[in-house]
Each structure stands twice: as C-alpha cells, then as structure tokens.
C-alpha cells in the first residue's frame, strides 16, 4: 500500500492527531513502521536515528527482545485483572521493586507507588494525593495548586492548571484558585551553560510571594519539573530546587517533583531528585518506566503522605482515585523488564558517563547561524535558535524535516529543539547526531 497516494488519502483521514497539525501532516506524512537500537525505520525503508528516544520514552532503545517475551508472557498467562478490591501479585512486585529504587534520600523513601496509565494521569494524581493528603491532616482550606510558567504536566484538567504554556491553555477552563512561580529561564545571564546555570536561586523565592499573596493555608502543593523538557529543556539554577523544597517544608506546601521526563536515568541517576540531592513529597512518573512500550506512569509518595490516608475505619476505601487500567499486568510485565535491563546495563546512571562528551559534541553547535543559546544536562540539549520575525517556530520545523529526511529524528518545541536520544546511544550516534544537526542549521535559513 502506498500511504502517500492519492487515492489512499482515506487511510489518513481517521485519525485525528495528537499535538500534529494534521492537514499539514497528511499532506505530507512522515510514517515510521519498525525500530531496533537507536534507529526507526520509514514506510520507504530509510533508517532514521533517534535523537528523542521516541517522545522521551525509548530509554533503553528499540524492539528490546526482553519487554516483548514479557508482555508476551503475561497477556498468555493474565491479560487483565481489575485493581479495584481485587490484586494480581505482578503489581505488588513492580511497586516492590520500584520502591527499592524510589527517589529520596535513605530516611525518607518515596517508597508508596500509586500507578496510572499515563504522565498525564500520575499528575492529576498527585495533585489529588496533595489535596487529600491536607484535608486528612485538618489542613482542609489547602486546595490551591502552584505551577510554574512554562510547566507542561500533560493535558488532564489538573495538569493544564498548573502548566505554563498558553497553547494548551487559552481554550480551555481550569481548576480554580490555581497561581504560577516565573519560570526561570534566563538567556541574558544564562545563556550557553553545561549543567546548572549560575544564577536565578532566587527565583524560588517567588513562592514566598504566592504564600503572601494566597495565604500558606490555602495552598496544597507546588508542582515544577526539575528540568522542565517539553517546554524547551529549562534547567534548574544552582540552589533552585534546594530553596524552593526549603519554602514549602516551611510553610506546610507538598513539593511535587514532575520526573515523567527526568525519571529513569535521563539526568545520569535514577531520577532527578537524586541528582540533585533534593526530596520532594511526590514524584510523578511515566514514560521510562515501561520504555514506552506499554503505556504506564505511576507516582510515588513518602510514607508520611501514605500513611496520613491510611486512617479512618479499616473498611473504607482511603482514596476515592484509581484507573481501570491502574497496575494493568502487561504493563508491569514490561516494566519489570524494563526494570532488568536498566539495571543489567547500568542505564540509570550511564549518562552521568556520557555527559561530558555530550556537553563538548553539542555545544560545538554554538556559533551556527541563528543558534542563540545551548543547554545540556544529562543527556539532554536544548538548542535554541532565533525566531524568525512573525514566523516564530518555522525555523525549528523547517530544521526538524530536513533531520528528517536526512535520517536524524529530533523535537522542536516553538524555535527550541530538544535532544534526548536512548541511554544506549554510543559516541559515534552522537557524533552523528551532531554532524547532521550542524549540516542542517548550516542550511536553513
Ligand atoms: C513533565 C511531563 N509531565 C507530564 C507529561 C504528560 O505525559 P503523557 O503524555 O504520558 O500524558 C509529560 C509528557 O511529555 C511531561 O513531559
């Protein structure tokens, strides 16, 4: 079948893409049909390489052979057994083994996992988690939630309030009373930094301000990627993180730290709160989790956020929450493989060993025409180009095509490209990744 004919237009016509412009698209499609490694393969048979580890997700690369007999396995032995009242033992040895390997620090463990279908899903659940946890500690009047500009935390109701992009928002109505710290991206004083830009700690303080503004006692939880990535990869100022946990431990507010991105070995250690040495009361996670094979998130919480909702009369339900596919056996099956290979391979901290050589090769980029700022933490660059008048974000697509073509598959988000390649790139991919990248800045206009 050839999908780009005419007449097979139709083929095209029923899906309704998700963040795509679909007219363009369908004018013009870009359709992968396999992947091995580091590498998708095109309805046209080209091998693409893949700078983005798919959306963030392919931590431990493509068609890994130990996910599929897994999944394989437990669709023949158990497709699906419902969570509500009712246990099947893979779920509680996934949430076993996650706890093994929960952020924090050795006394306090978010070690209670609560599992969802999806990022989306595990942030409007901890924001629920964050509200009931107030109201069982007589801290009812807590339900305001703070995000952060230019937060994404998916698309439920719950994550669109506290995000801080306006595209996803300006349509549609939010939870109410919701307010935002400023983001802190800062090119003027930031701009070409490797890891931890050097100034904007105080931007935490913007919380403090909220506090004032609000009251502390109306406000539930805070809630900020620590290295915000679908926005732009926005990095953390030296000191952020730390201050902003110190402002909420003061004023009774739930740190939420949103790892559906950072979780899983993309800093160079388990998750970011690790990296940098910083416990939040929640943690939100997804995508790495199952190696985006099956789709999965789950959300880990302290004992003492756990065990305030355990109380009450033994046979009430403690948190009216949960998804019909919450703990799905096929999804455990896989990230409990998921779980294997990251640790056979050394995945989670294996970027802690690339950095080095990933911050010299991408930011050997900086001086190609309109690259107006580089960024890299982990294994992850933001390259950021200048809009072009009236057309901003244009010079971004026209950079991700001409990837695409050329067999290199990055993001762009507005003018800003996002790299995040599998954690089993080798040094030559990277080499690649930045031989075809400069190439193509080099051309476009
Ligand atoms: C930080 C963050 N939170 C939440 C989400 C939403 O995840 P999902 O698309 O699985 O709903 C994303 C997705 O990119 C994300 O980056």
Not at 403 to 422: H, M, Q, W, Y
Request: net charge negative; aromatic share 8%.
């Amino acid at each position: 079948m050839n999908i780009h004919s005419k007449s097979n237009a139709p083929v095209l016509d029923s899906y309704w893409m998700p963040f795509t412009a679909n007219r363009q698209f369908k004018a013009a499609p870009r359709l992968f049909t396999a992947a091995k490694g580091m590498h998708y393969t095109t309805d046209d048979g080209r091998r693409v390489l893949d700078g983005t580890a798919g959306l963030w997700c392919v931590n431990a690369g493509h068609g890994r052979e130990q996910i599929t007999r897994a999944v394989e396995h437990q669709l023949a032995t158990l497709d699906y057994a419902p969570s509500f009242q009712m246990g099947h033992p893979i779920a509680f040895d996934f949430a076993e083994r996650l706890a093994a390997l929960a952020p924090g620090s050795q006394d306090n463990k978010l070690d209670r996992v609560f599992f969802t279908g999806s990022g989306s899903e595990s942030v409007d659940t901890a924001l629920k988690i964050a509200v009931a946890y107030q109201r069982a500690i007589g801290q009812g009047t807590r339900t305001r939630l703070i995000g952060r500009e230019r937060g994404y935390h998916g698309v439920g109701f719950g994550g669109i309030t506290v995000g801080g992009l306006v595209n996803n928002r300006r349509v549609f109505p939010q939870l109410p009373g919701a307010d935002h710290l400023r983001h802190t991206h800062d090119l003027e004083r930031n701009a070409f930094t490797r890891g931890q830009p050097e100034h904007g700690a105080d931007l935490a303080d913007d919380l403090e301000r909220l506090v004032v503004l609000h009251g502390a006692e109306t406000i539930a939880a805070c809630i900020v990627e620590p290295v915000a990535g679908s926005t732009g990869v926005l990095l953390p100022p030296k000191g952020y993180l730390q201050r902003l946990r110190d402002i909420c431990t003061k004023h009774g507010i739930l740190l939420i730290f949103d790892e559906v991105i950072t979780g899983f070995g993309r800093l160079g250690a388990p998750f970011a709160a690790d990296y940098f040495g910083v416990t939040p009361d929640l943690v939100t996670t997804a995508k790495g989790l199952t190696n985006g094979a099956i789709p999965m998130g789950a959300v880990f919480a302290s004992r003492t956020v756990h065990d305030a909702l355990m109380n009450g009369p033994e046979a009430a339900i403690e948190l009216f929450h949960g998804y019909t596919y919450s703990g799905h056996p096929a999804a455990c099956a896989a990230g409990l493989a998921t779980l294997d290979i990251y640790e056979q391979e050394g995945l989670l901290t294996r970027a802690s060993r690339l950095e080095s050589q990933w911050h010299e090769a991408i930011h050997s980029l900086a001086g190609l025409p309109k690259v107006i700022d580089i960024r890299t933490i982990g294994l992850v660059a933001g390259i950021e180009l200048a809009s072009r008048p009236d057309a901003a974000g244009t010079r971004a697509y026209e950079v991700f095509v001409k990837c695409f073509e050329k067999g290199l598959l990055i993001r762009v988000t507005g003018d800003i490209i996002a790299l995040s390649p599998p954690l089993i790139v080798e040094e030559d991919q990277i080499g690649e990744i930045v031989s075809v990248l400069g190439d193509v800045l080099r051309q476009v206009s």
